[in-house]
């Protein structure tokens, strides 16, 4: 069974840094590509930012680019999203996926969804 965990979400001001973890069991982790994807308030689902299996391989939606940076630790099962100099415009629910932009859709379809940390900006 997949499980998708995510954790680190919280109030922070303008300006601040996230540290964002989603801890994955349930299936091969180290095969897939990963997504982080967000929902806003009152708006549909976003896709924020992926990377590839080993690692080597990123890229980010042009609202977030050059402020968050998605890794992973394929030993721990765990993937990553650091934010920084969060807008108010960042708040949302952010969910783990598996599979890329291209993609993540499908596997949220089938079940590999998280529960999704919530992510307050605000002064």
């Known amino acids: 069974q997949v499980q998708l965990v995510e954790s680190g979400g919280g109030l922070v001001q303008p300006g601040g840094s996230l540290r964002l973890s989603c801890a994955a069991s349930?299936?091969?982790?180290?095969?897939?590509?990963m997504s982080w994807v967000r929902q806003a308030p009152g708006k549909g689902l976003e896709w924020v930012s992926h990377?590839?299996?080993?690692?080597?391989?990123?890229a980010y939606a042009d609202s977030v680019k050059g402020r968050f940076t998605i890794s992973r630790d394929n030993a721990k099962k765990t993937l990553y999203l650091q934010m920084n100099n969060l807008d108010t415009a960042d708040t949302a629910v952010y969910h783990c996926?598996?599979?890329?932009?291209?993609?993540?859709?499908?596997?949220?379809?089938?079940?590999?969804w998280g529960q999704g940390t919530q992510v307050t900006v605000s002064s």
């Open positions: 990377i590839n299996s080993g690692g080597s391989t990123t």
């Open positions: 349930g299936f091969l982790f180290n095969t897939d590509y």
């Open positions: 996926t598996r599979g890329g932009r291209a993609d993540w859709e499908i596997w949220r379809a089938a079940g590999s």
